[in-house]
Structures are given as structure tokens and as C-alpha cells.
């Protein structure tokens, strides 16, 4: 319960960093954070982590909804989105569990924290390099498209040899590689 | 253990995947800076995510108690693993054993580190159950990834059948030569006494009635009964049984059964059992504390077994039901193949009762006036059944589970001294 009310309290402070400045889309944000905060609380009730999923899309997307200094706030409000779905996903998680000890809880989002730390700071990184170019340039983009796409093939490939085809996701009964090769 | 992506983590990626492709093709960094963080923390997650090696002992503080009673449980987990995971367990769930928490047990474990729980578990229903083995739901620090299994091996729990204290028992019309508690219709050395008839060589002098020598003028001495055992054989019908969520006939009956032969082996009977139904299972009559657990054991095994096979008395073997032996048939009268054995039993001159392990509480007439009429119908045909029986010489105690036995062996005692001479037939 209070790492459910933890989530909708960063909800709440990520609405305000945008709700202030959103100028004429005010409306138009106000709306989102509202439907991320019911999409949010939809969530961690029904405990199903698609609604979560959701909320941090459409906080995310009323980001854009502020006029000034974004690109100076995008790192905080990155691991801000970030410690939300933590805390919401947590919330789902420990459902089912009874009795916990709250040291446990501490470690874990402790650790969710310290991530969204180090997300910051290679966001800062990256905010400093966008700050640094000349401006939009095709061959720019496909610089940060490379990038983007060496990193989701690092993750993909740290993925699949961990819990890929493998001998423990074999369904029941089929033969072994070892048994295939006698 | 079987290890996959845990469902936040594709959810995740799809975001920061999203957020990178907007941003790219839209031309706001922003959007890109604001997924960066999702990048990091699976990339992170996944690179420092690695399979734990869990195992897991469990021990009960006693493994032998009485249905209902709560027994500690001591649940150790280790992680022989190097890096710590975040581990969900509870013990594998049964519907005849009640575990608190009722739900799973998070802790978080470190790398080559060991975590103690309790448990405490309580069997609902008399029988031989099995705690454990342990599921378990294991993720990396970050949550990133689980692996799911079963660790640890099931401990065997007895639970024994709450007996009834039974003063009232059902006196046996014939009983064996052995020293025992009941009354024998023969006369010889005993302590009740039976008649006065005259001195025959070979009679005690401490037997001699002064009073009734000097009445009649010549030597009389006293006639005894002696106090010999009998034989008991329980007859268990495990061919049917009505249920409800509160229990079923079964579970009384084993209770009865269990409460009966500790009052008969109590009083130096020999008692055996027979458990009758869809498989056929017996324990010879015999003596003593032994044969006690001996019984009860075999109670435990006790269940019901689906069966269209029609069984008569030569499938008992004939060991089992000694000459004399009173047989006390434990049924709730609901199967047609039961009722024809008792007959049977009776028609072959058997010294028997039952004890009808009454299904009414377990059962309730449906929603529609024709429900009714067919719950009245079949309440009748049960006291048609149970008339045919005392009929033939057969005391039925009708049992409800929420009463004590003894009252409803009282009533057949009646029955059977009333038709004594019939029954002895």
C-alpha cells in the first residue's frame, strides 16, 4: 500500500514539473496526468503491468507539453518515469506475497533508485552531446539511430543468452540436444 | 529452475524503444534522453542477472498429530548462488492442509547466504499428508528477470482421526475363551455371579454357598461368568460417501472407527479391520496398543474408490471374520452393494450391528418443491432401509456427526438385549 502511494506521489510531482508551463496545452496535459493517474492506480488494482506501461507512455508524451528548459529536465523526469513503473510494478509483485521483510523492500528500491541514477547521468550524457551538435542533421540522426540500435542489440543479445531456447525452457518431454545427438 | 523475462521487462524496453524512435524521427531529443534511463536500468538489469542456485530444507517440529491440531514448520532456504535475488516461496498448497501465511513469503537473499522461515500447518481432515516441496518465484535484484520451480523434499505429516471417548460399547452376544472384559453367557471362574446349583467333585470349597447349604441341607456352590474378550471386526464401507465443504461421511466414519477399536482393544478385544468399498483392504483382529496404531494407520488409508465391481462376502478372506466375531459395520447406507453385503453377513448368522454414519447433515434438499418431495422420498427409503435391517436382527446406531456416539450404541445395546433370542438364532 505505501509503495502504491509512493508510485502516484512521483506521479504527481512528474505532473508538476509539466502542468505549470504547459502554456496553451495545459488542458491537453491536465488530461493526460489525469489519465495516467487512473491508468496508473487501474493498474497496480488490477494487477496487470500494461496499464503502468501505459501511464509512464502518456507522462512521457505531456512532457512535450512544457515550453522551456526540457532538455535540462528530460534526465530527471526520465528517472523519475522510471522509479514510477519500479514502484507500481513492486506493487503488483508483492500482491501475492504475505509477509515481507521490509529491509527487503528497502534493498530493491534502493537499487531501482541507484539505476535511475545512473539512467540520469547517461541521459545528462546524452543531453550534453545534443547540446554540443551543430543541430539536426541527417547524418546525426544516424549517428543516434546507430547508437540506439547497438544498444537494443546488446540488450537483445544479453536476452536471449540468458533466457533463450536453452535446456530449461524445453517443453515437457522433448528430447535433450544430448539425447537428439545418441 | 526455469528462468524467463519478468512481464515488466519487455514492457520496458517497448517503452524506451518507443521513446528512442520518436525522438529520432520526430526531432526531439528530449523523448530519447527520457527513455535513456529505461535502456540503462534493463540493460543493467539483464547484464547483472544471473541464475540462482537455490535449495531448501524443511523440517516439522512432529510429524504425527490429531486432525485440526497446528504443527511448527521450519522452511531454510539457501542461495549457494554469488549474487543475491529476491526470492517469493510458500509451501505447495493441498486442500486438507491449512499453511499460515496462507500466502507467499518474500525475503531477499544474498549470495551464498540462507534465509529461515516458519510455517504453521494445520491438517484439516485425518490422513497421511505431505508438506512441501517449496514453489518458488526467484528475481534478479532489479526484477528484470525470474526462474520459477519446486525446491526442497515433501515431509510426510500423519494426521490422526479425533476419537470419540466411548463408555457405552456394544456388547458382544458371543465371546472367545481369552481373559477379557465381557461378561461370557458360559459359566466357569469369574466375578459375576450366575446361579447356585450343588456340589460336584472337583468344585472349590471357597465356591460353597454357606447360606443356600444350609437352606436346602446339602452342599451348594456358586456359578460364575467368566470375563472373556471377543472379536471385533469394523467394517468400513468406502464405497460411497456425502460431502459438503464441511467434511463428508467418511471422515466421521473413520473417527468412529478409530474412536471403537481403541475402546475394544481397551477392554482386551481383539479387533480387526475391514475396509470395504471400490478396493478391498483388511487387518487381521488382534490385541494391544500395537494393533491400535496398526488400525489407525491402515484408517489413514482409507478413501473412496470409484467402483462398479459387486463384492459379496467370499471376497472377505475368511481369517479376517473369525467364528463369533462381532461385526460392526460402519456405513453411511448409501450404496446398494453395501447393504447387500450386511444382509449377507447377517443371513450367514453373524453376530452384527450397524453404525449408520448419517448423511442428512451433509446434505439438502434442492430449491424447487419437486427437490423437496425427492429429499422426503429419499429420507424414506433410508428408514425403509434401516427397517429391513432391524428386520433381520440388525441394531443400527444412527449417528449424526455432531453428537456422540455413545448415546446412539446405548440404543442398540436395547435393540439387541430385546431381540436376544432372535440374534443368538
Known amino acids: 500500500m505505501i509503495i502504491a502511494v509512493a508510485a502516484l506521489i512521483v506521479l504527481a510531482g512528474l505532473s508538476a514539473l509539466v502542468l505549470p508551463d504547459a502554456g496553451r496545452a495545459a488542458g491537453l496535459a491536465w488530461l493526460g496526468a489525469g489519465a495516467a493517474a487512473l491508468l496508473l492506480a487501474a493498474g497496480m488494482a488490477v494487477a496487470s503491468p500494461t496499464p503502468v506501461h501505459a501511464a509512464v507512455f502518456l507522462l512521457g508524451a505531456i512532457f512535450l507539453a512544457r515550453r522551456d528548459s526540457r532538455l535540462l529536465l528530460a534526465p530527471l523526469y526520465g528517472a523519475g518515469l522510471l522509479v514510477m513503473a519500479d514502484l507500481a510494478i513492486q506493487t503488483i509483485e508483492l500482491r501475492v506475497v504475505e509477509r515481507i521483510a521490509p529491509e527487503a523492500i528497502a534493498t530493491r528500491t534502493g537499487a531501482a533508485l541507484a539505476l535511475a541514477a545512473v539512467g540520469a547521468c547517461a541521459s545528462v550524457a546524452a543531453a550534453i552531446a545534443v547540446n554540443a551538435a551543430p543541430g539536426r542533421s541527417v547524418a546525426l540522426t544516424a549517428l543516434g539511430a546507430l547508437v540506439a540500435v547497438t544498444a537494443f542489440a546488446a540488450i537483445a543479445r544479453l536476452a536471449r543468452g540468458q533466457y533463450g531456447p536453452r535446456e530449461g525452457r524445453r517443453p515437457p518431454g522433448a528430447p535433450s540436444r544430448g539425447d537428439r545427438a545418441a | ?425
Open chain 2, 1 to 425: 529452475m526455469r528462468g524467463s523475462l519478468a512481464s515488466r521487462t519487455p514492457g520496458l524496453l517497448a517503452l524506451a524503444a518507443t521513446g528512442v524512435v520518436a525522438g529520432l524521427a520526430s526531432g526531439h531529443p528530449e523523448l530519447v534522453l527520457l527513455a535513456a534511463p529505461f535502456l540503462v536500468f534493463a540493460g543493467a538489469g539483464l547484464a547483472l542477472a544471473s541464475e540462482p542456485r537455490l535449495s531448501a530444507h524443511i523440517a516439522l517440529e512432529r510429524t504425527r498429530l490429531l486432525e485440526g491440531e497446528a504443527v511448527k514448520t521450519t522452511v531454510t532456504v539457501s542461495n549457494q548462488a554469488p549474487r543475491a535475488v529476491w526470492l517469493e516461496f510458500a509451501p505447495a498448497r493441498s486442500a486438507q492442509l491449512g499453511i499460515e501465511p496462507s500466502g507467499a513469503v518474500a525475503v531477499r537473499l544474498a549470495g551464498g547466504g540462507e534465509a529461515e522461515l516458519e510455517f504453521v500447518v494445520r491438517p484439516r481432515r485425518w490422513g497421511a499428508h505431505r508438506v512441501g516441496p517449496l514453489l518458488v518465484r526467484a528475481r534478479d535484484p532489479l526484477g528484470v528477470a525470474t526462474w520459477e520451480g519446486r525446491i526442497g523434499v515433501p515431509v510426510d505429516l500423519r494426521a490422526f482421526p479425533r476419537e470419540q471417548r466411548l463408555r457405552e460399547l456394544v456388547v458382544p452376544l458371543r465371546t472367545q475363551p481369552a481373559l477379557g472384559a465381557h461378561v461370557a453367557r458360559a459359566r466357569g471362574e469369574g466375578i459375576e455371579f450366575a446361579d447356585v446349583r450343588p456340589f460336584r467333585v472337583g468344585d472349590r470349597v471357597r465356591r460353597v454357598n454357606w447360606r443356600a447349604t444350609a437352606r436346602r441341607g446339602s452342599l451348594q456352590v456358586n456359578d460364575r461368568h467368566p470375563e472373556h474378550s471377543s472379536d471385533v471386526v469394523l467394517l468400513l464401507d468406502t464405497y460411497e460417501e456425502a460431502r459438503d465443504q464441511a467434511g463428508g461421511t467418511l471422515d466421521s466414519a473413520v473417527r468412529a472407527a478409530a474412536g471403537l477399536a481403541r475402546a475394544h482393544l481397551a477392554r482386551r478385544d481383539r479387533v480387526g479391520v475391514v475396509d470395504f468399498g471400490g478396493t478391498l483392504q483388511w487387518l487381521e483382529p488382534a490385541f494391544g496398543t500395537t494393533q491400535a496404531y496398526r488400525i489407525v494407520d491402515a484408517l489413514l488409508a482409507s478413501d473412496i474408490a470409484f467402483s462398479y465391481a459387486w463384492r459379496d462376502v467370499e471376497g472377505i478372506p475368511l481369517r479376517v471374520l473369525p467364528p463369533g466375531a462381532l461385526i460392526l459395520a460402519i456405513t453411511p447406507l448409501l450404496d446398494d452393494r453395501s447393504i447387500g453385503l450386511i444382509i449377507d453377513l447377517r443371513r450367514r448368522g453373524c453376530d452384527l450391528t450397524v453404525v449408520e454414519v448419517s448423511p442428512l447433515g451433509h446434505v439438502s434438499p434442492g430449491p424447487s418443491s419437486s427437490d423437496a418431495v425427492a429429499y422426503r422420498f429419499w429420507r424414506l427409503e433410508r428408514e425403509a432401509r434401516r427397517a429391513q435391517l432391524q428386520a433381520l436382527g440388525i441394531g443400527v446406531a444412527v449417528w449424526e456427526h455432531d453428537v456422540m456416539l455413545g448415546p446412539a450404541l446405548e440404543g442398540v445395546n436395547a435393540f439387541r438385549r430385546s431381540a436376544r433370542h432372535g440374534l443368538l438364532a
